[in-house]
C-alpha cells in the first residue's frame, strides 16, 4: 500500500522523524518549542483538548500551518484517534491533554496502545514545577501512572530540553517494537523562555533494537521448515508492523506451507488466497485452530503467544517445535519455549528466510505437505465459516457486516469495538491488505472503534473508514461523532444493534444458566428485555443522537432493505452517517473455545465439537 510504503520503517533509527531545517538556534517560549519540534519530525495532526496546564501550548499551536489540531470531546476519543492514524498510515499519532483528569483520561487508550504496539506519542500538561507533589489543583502523577503501559515516558521541567524529548519520543514510539511513550511537561516549562535548537543529537544508551536477525537461527529455522511435515507459518500483527506483508506472501508461496494471521494480523495475508486457513483464537475458524494444534512446526513471525489463541497454554500445540521471530526478544519464550529464537525486524527476517529456503531448496531440500494440505483442504471444506439464519423477518448481525464487507470492498478501512460485532467482522468481512482492519486486540477496549475511525479517516481522508460497532461500545464513545461532523471527518458507522451487550450475554448463555444479569441496555429493571424495543421507545433512539450531532441517522429493520441502506450511506460524502441495525439478540458467535479449556474443546456450533477422524486427533 503507497500509505505504508512512504512512512517510516519501525527499525530505522533515523526515520522516527521527517527531514528537519539544518543548524536553527531561535529565541522563544517552551510552549513555541513544543510545536515547532512538532513541526519538524513531521507531525501533521494532533488530537486533543486544551487546559489549564496545557493552555500555553495551545497559543502558539494556533499559529501552526503545519499541524492541524483536531478538538476532541473527550480525551479518550483523542488517544484512540491518535491509534486509529497511527495503524491507518504507518506514522505515529499524536494526542494531547491537560494535567490531572485530562492526562488521566489518556490511561485507557495508552494502555490500548501498549498492548497493541502502536506508536503514539502522548503529550499532557503539568503543573508548574514547583507545585508538583503538593497535591496541586489537578495535579496528578501521569508519568507514574503510565509507567508500566509505556514504552518510555518523561517529565520535563526544564525547557531547554523539550526539542530533545520530542525528537526522543517519536524516535522511542516508531522504532522497534512500536508504542506509545508519554511526555508530560510542567506549566512553567511551556511558558518560559528557552533557545530553540534543531536538528537535536539522539542520545539513548541502552536503547538500540535488534533488527537484523542471526544467519545461523535463519539457516536452521530454514532447514526445519523444509524438514517438517505438517508446518503452519503463525503471523502476528509484527508482521503488519514491520510492512512486511510482500516478503510473507513470497515466503508463503515458495513453501506452500499454510498460513494462519492473528486477530492483530488480518490483512497480512489476503483472505482469499488458498493457502490461508483464517484467524486462529477462540473465535477462529476451525481449520485454522485445529491446524495449530496438530501441527509439527509452528514457524511463528511477530505474534506473542496470546492467551485467545493458545487457550489451555500446556495442551496448545503439544506435537509442535516452535520457531519464534519476535522484534521483542522479551516476547520469545515467554509464554511457549522456542526451538530456535529469532531477534529481528519482521521484514528482515523474512527476505534473510526466503533466501535462506531457496537454498534448501537448492541443496535438494524441499518440504513435502501433500497429506498435511489434504486434511487441511479436507477441514476447510467441512468446517466452514457460517451462521444460522434469521428469524423470519428479522435481521441476522452476520449478515449486516458481511453485506457491509460486500459492498463497500476490501480498498476500504474497518474498525471494531470490542465484543461480538468484532468477532463477526474479523470473520465475514475479507481483508486482503494490511492496513485495513483496526481493532483493539490486547486490551479489548469497549468504545475504540469511532475515535479510532475517526482518527484513520483523519490521516487517509481519501479511504472509506467505516466503523462497524455494537450498540454497547458505541455508548461509549459517541460523543466523537460531533468531533467527526464539525472537522469534515465523514466516517460511516454500522452500530449493530442487539439491545445488550452482547458477548457478555453469550457468556450468560452458555456459562451462566441464561440469567442476563444487567446486559440488557435498551430496557429498564421492570422490563425483561426478551422483546426488542418497540419504534418511539428506544433509549437512546440512534438515530435522533446522531442527527443531533450533526451526522445523517439511518435504521434498517428488515433483511430486504439491508442492501439499500448500505449503499444510501456509501452515497453520503459530506457527513459522518450513522445506521442503527436492529438485529435479533440471540446470535451467537461460534467458533468457539471456551475460556481456560484446550484448543482440541473448539465447538464448531453449541455442542458439536468437530470430528477430524485422525491419529492425533
Known amino acids: 500500500m503507497t500509505e505504508h510504503a512512504a512512512s517510516p520503517r519501525r527499525g530505522d533509527a533515523t526515520a522516527a522523524h521527517a527531514p528537519a531545517p539544518q543548524h536553527v538556534v531561535e529565541t522563544m517560549t517552551g510552549a513555541q518549542s513544543l510545536i515547532r519540534s512538532l513541526e519538524a519530525v513531521g507531525a501533521d495532526t494532533v ?3 486544551p487546559g489549564g496546564a496545557i493552555l500555553p501550548a495551545y497559543d502558539p499551536l494556533m499559529d501552526s500551518a503545519k499541524v492541524r489540531h483536531i478538538l476532541v470531546r473527550h480525551e479518550q476519543g483523542a488517544g484512540h484517534a491518535a491509534t486509529g492514524y497511527a495503524q491507518a498510515t504507518g506514522r505515529v499519532g499524536v494526542c494531547m491533554a491537560t494535567s490531572g483528569p485530562g492526562a488521566t483520561n489518556l490511561v485507557t487508550p495508552i494502555a490500548d496502545a501498549y498492548m497493541d504496539s502502536v506508536p503514539i506519542v502522548a503529550i499532557t500538561g503539568q503543573v508548574s514545577s514547583k507545585a508538583i507533589g503538593t497535591d496541586a489543583f489537578q495535579e496528578a502523577d501521569i508519568c507514574g501512572i503510565t509507567m508500566p503501559i509505556t514504552k518510555h515516558n518523561y517529565l520535563v521541567t526544564d525547557p531547554d530540553e523539550i526539542p530533545r524529548v520530542i525528537a526522543e519520543a517519536f524516535h522511542i514510539a516508531a522504532t522497534g517494537r ?111 485452530v485445529t491446524a495449530l494444534q496438530k501441527a509439527d512446526l509452528l514457524f511463528t513471525l511477530g505474534a506473542r503467544f496470546d492467551d485467545r489463541v493458545t487457550g489451555k497454554l500446556d495442551g496448545f500445540a503439544p506435537y509442535a517445535k516452535v520457531v519464534h521471530a519476535d522484534i521483542d526478544p522479551a516476547e520469545i519464550g515467554k509464554n511457549r519455549p522456542a526451538d530456535v529464537p529469532i531477534v529481528g525486524d519482521a521484514r528482515e527476517v523474512l527476505a534473510d528466510l526466503i533466501v535462506a529456503v531457496q537454498a534448501e531448496f537448492d541443496a535438494g531440500h524441499k518440504g513435502d505437505y501433500s ?34 464487507g460486500r459492498l ?66 458505541f455508548q461509549m464513545t459517541n460523543q466523537e461523532l460531533a468531533t467527526c461532523a464539525l472537522n469534515d471527518i465523514p466516517i460511516k458507522v454500522a452500530v449493530i444493534n442487539n439491545g445488550s451487550l452482547g458477548m457478555v450475554r453469550q457468556w450468560q448463555t452458555l456459562f451462566y444458566n441464561q440469567r442476563y444479569s444487567n446486559t440488557v441496555l435498551h430496557a429498564g429493571p421492570d422490563h425483561d428485555g426478551i422483546a426488542p424495543p418497540a419504534q418511539g421507545t428506544r433509549i437512546p433512539d440512534f438515530v435522533l443522537l446522531s442527527e443531533a450531532m ?65 491419529d492425533l486427533d
Open 47 to 49: 488530537f486533543g483538548i
Open 178 to 288: 512500536p508504542g506509545p511513550v508519554l511526555v508530560d511537561i510542567a506549566k512553567d516549562a511551556l511558558q518560559a523562555t528557552t533557545t530553540f535548537r534543531w536538528p537535536v543529537e539522539l542520545s539513548l544508551p541502552g536503547y538500540r533494537p535488534v533488527t537484523k536477525p542471526h544467519a545461523k537461527q535463519i539457516r536452521e529455522a530454514a532447514k526445519m521448515l523444509v524438514g517438517a511435515k505438517r508446518p503452519v507459518l503463525y503471523v502476528g500483527g509484527g508482521v503488519i508492523k514491520a510492512q512486511a506483508t510482500a516478503e510473507l506472501r513470497i515466503l508463503a508461496e515458495l513453501t506452500g506451507a499454510p498460513v494462519v494471521t492473528t486477530l492483530m494480523a488480518l490483512g497480512a495475508f489476503p483472505d482469499s488466497h488458498p493457502q490461508h486457513l483464517g484467524m486462529p483464537g477462540m473465535h477462529g475458524s476451525v481449520p485454522a
Open 371 to 404: 497429506d498435511w494440505w489434504e486434511k487441511l483442504d479436507a477441514w476447510k471444506k467441512t468446517y466452514p465459516l457460517g451462521y444460522e439464519p434469521a428469524p423470519a423477518g428479522r435481521l441476522s448481525p452476520q449478515q449486516v457486516i458481511e453485506r457491509i
Open 408 to 473: 463497500v470492498g476490501p480498498e476500504a478501512i474497518y474498525a471494531a469495538g470490542v465484543g461480538q460485532h468484532q468477532m463477526w467482522s474479523s470473520q465475514f468481512i475479507r481483508f486482503e491488505k494490511p492496513g485495513t482492519w483496526l481493532n483493539s486486540g490486547g486490551a479489548g477496549t469497549m468504545g475504540y472503534a469511532v475515535p479510532a475511525a475517526m482518527g484513520a479517516k483523519a490521516g487517509r481522508p481519501d479511504t472509506a473508514v467505516w466503523a462497524i460497532d455494537g450498540d454497547g461500545c
Open 550 to 614: 450533526g451526522c445523517v441517522g439511518l435504521r434498517c429493520e428488515r433483511p430486504e432493505d439491508l442492501d439499500a441502506v448500505i449503499k444510501q450511506a456509501m452515497e453520503i460524502n459530506d457527513r459522518p452517517v450513522v445506521i442503527d441495525f436492529i438485529v435479533h439478540q440471540d446470535a451467537m458467535v461460534w467458533p468457539m473455545v471456551a475460556a481456560g479449556t484446550s484448543n482440541d474443546e473448539i465447538q464448531f456450533a453449541k455442542g458439536v465439537r468437530p470430528d477430524f477422524g485422525d
